[in-house]
T-cell receptor, first 114, second 112 residues
Framework: SAVISQKPSRDICQRGTSLTIQCQVDSQVTMMFWYRQQPGQSLTLIATANQGSEATYESGFVIDKFPISRPNLTFSTLTVSNMSPEDSSIYLC???????????FGSGTQLSVL | LAKTTQPISMDSYEGQEVNITCSHNNIATNDYITWYQQFPSQGPRFIIQGYKTKVTNEVASLFIPADRKSSTLSLPRVSLSDTAVYYCLVGGDRNRDDKIIFGKGTRLHILP
């Protein structure tokens, strides 16, 4: 199994600023993902964080807005840039240990943009 | 990636068995079926995974018919703490790493 630590757990930010969310896994994983979840909604995949290379973004999400880093097999960051109130959401980090392995999730970052 | 369809919401009572069915008509040969549970203010957590027939663990059972075009998650004798959103996912080819796309899920509400 894997334990994922995500921080901050919540933040309130001003419009136009940026926030970086950190995700640390206690073991080496093959894949890491970032999701967004609006209240009462399902999870939306933002991107796959690739180790040592640029992330793979889903439709509707771009690197300039959501830059992602993954410098090694256990750590990733997601930055929400130039925030607006529409970015208010829960952001979730997840990881898989091996092929076809189940997903493990962090506890999420609840972001509110004023 | 195969699309999944499941009921938006369900209500049940404590002590009853709850069955949530998921349709996945376009499931591929190498796809597995996985269910996750999500409580408010938490990330989803794995419940059970199967490929065919029946799988049982300490939490739930998963029934998959021979054509694999649907699956049923069975929760025995539910309690109030089973109130959560349940997601059915299809994918996970063993030969490659797949991104995982969540559907809308089923919001299960257990009543006393």
């Amino acid at each position: 199994s894997a334990v994922i630590s995500q921080k901050p757990s919540r933040d309130i930010c001003q419009r136009g600023t940026s926030l970086t969310i950190q995700c640390q896994v206690d073991s080496q994983v093959t894949m890491m993902f970032w999701y967004r979840q609006q209240p009462g909604q399902s999870l939306t995949l933002i991107a796959t964080a690739n180790q040592g290379s640029e992330a793979t973004y889903e439709s509707g999400f771009v690197i300039d807005k959501f830059p992602i880093s993954r410098p090694n097999l256990t750590f990733s960051t997601l930055t929400v840039s130039n925030m607006s109130p529409e970015d208010s959401s829960i952001y979730l980090c997840s990881a898989k240990l091996t092929f076809n392995e189940k997903l493990f999730f962090g506890s999420g970052t609840q972001l509110s943009v004023l | 990636l195969a699309k999944t369809t499941q009921p938006i919401s369900m209500d049940s009572y404590e002590g009853q068995e709850v069955n949530i069915t998921c349709s996945h008509n376009n499931i591929a040969t190498n796809d597995y079926i996985t269910w996750y549970q999500q409580f408010p203010s938490q990330g989803p957590r794995f419940i059970i995974q199967g490929y065919k027939t029946k799988v049982t663990n300490e939490v739930a059972s998963l029934f998959i018919p021979a054509d694999r075009k649907s699956s049923t998650l069975s929760l025995p004798r539910v309690s109030l703490s089973d109130t959560a959103v349940y997601y059915c996912l299809v994918g996970g080819d063993r030969n490659r790493d797949d991104k995982i796309i969540f559907g809308k899920g089923t919001r299960l509400h257990i009543l006393p």
